[in-house]
């Protein structure tokens, strides 16, 4: 892992948005592949067809952010 601070952030109406190359694991422990050192996005509308990713279904489909984002 690089040296640079993992960050994520929940965006107001879409995906969380994983900085700093941080690792994704499945349940059985195996390491899904991400690009190196890119930022990519973790769906949270539960409907992408390409999960943990998001695909951007979000955008075509009735779901409610507020309801997965943290309390303030």
């Known amino acids: 892992m690089s ?8 965006t107001a109406t879409g995906p969380y948005r994983v900085e700093a190359g941080a690792p994704i694991v499945n349940n059985e422990g195996e390491t899904i592949e991400t690009r190196d050192g890119k930022a990519f996005f973790l ?21 409610d952010p507020t309801l997965a984002a943290a309390d303030d």
């Open 43 to 63: 769906c949270r509308c539960g409907q992408s067809s390409n999960k943990p990713f998001c695909d951007g279904t979000h955008n075509s489909i009735e779901w």
């Open 3 to 10: 040296d640079a601070e993992i960050k994520i952030t929940v």
